[in-house]
């Protein structure tokens, strides 16, 4: 049989504020991040050349507040550095988390790692958007906005591991001739060249793929319980996103885009990232929704590969899923 590119991963919906068990910071907790001297990065960006650049520092956050950023509202915190040095930390999007979620953290040791981001001329300080952080006395582990982001690595673009945009310039979304799927509560139409049900699939994930042999290509329906309610669903965002990167299948994977979006008229979440393995590379989507009327979360993800031979634009079909799906009728 083809061999299917599907997501192979539990979706785990736990606590975003997971902690460590050992009561102190784990051993690898820093590792892959340079321990920040605060005059090397008390200036501007343009002027340092160091934007971007994973960094770790201990210290205490003194206090929390909201600001205004490019991307709505942001939860910052001031954190003072074991040498007395302060630094702005960008925690949160407003989004996805509230205020009051980081207040155990104000006035407790911790370390922190982050994504250095240049100079706040405003606040006169160094800025950093935080990808976690971990309490000293107690091991708990804090994930930020920065754990949505590249995490300060530049993205490799898909026009440069895929054949050339222009090649994938067609569409198989047609809802005249589309196959359609009721999928716990919500009604999907997809292109019909995905014409073939997986026999992997049961009734809580269904995966599609190409009968053509020279089609690299799959889509996913997926779903798991959930009974919380939307905040519980809007909070829990950063866990979902880390349980699904954090898979082993997918560890040299690189955000592309991590952004909220609508499916169905519910808010919901994408992931646009790259899975690269040897010289094989698959561009791919993920998508989450919280469906309360059925209680559950529901995964939409699709992936294909370089070795593909069509030309079809797999990821622009994939927009079109999202966006034309509806809540199934009432029975």
Known sequence: MKKLLTFAFTLIICMSLAACGSGKVPSNFTGGYEKAVFSKFNSFASNNGLAGRRIYLEGIIDKTSIID???????????RDNDKNNWLVILQSTIIANENEYNDIIGKPIILCGVY???STKE?????????????ETGEIKSGI???SSNGEKPTSILETDKSKSDRNISGFNQKTNQTLSFYGIDFSFPSYFDVLSEDSTETKKIFYPKKTEYYA??????????GTQEDFNNKIPTVVDSVMGNEAYKNAKIQKSEKNTIAGMPGWTLSFLIQDKDKVSPASYSFVYNKNVKKIIGIFCVYDNNDQSN????????????????????
């Open 218 to 227: 799959s889509l996913e329906f997926n779903c798991v319980d959930f009974s």
């Open 312 to 331: 079809y634009d797999y990821l622009g079909d994939y927009v079109k899923i999202l966006e034309t799906a509806v809540l199934s009728p009432k029975e």
């Open 124 to 136: 006169k300080m160094p800025t950093i958007n935080l990808i976690e952080l971990c309490i000293k």
């Open 117 to 119: 981001q240049g100079y």
């Open 69 to 79: 950023t490019d991307i709505g509202k942001g939860i910052i915190g001031y954190l």
């Open 146 to 148: 920065g754990r949505l």
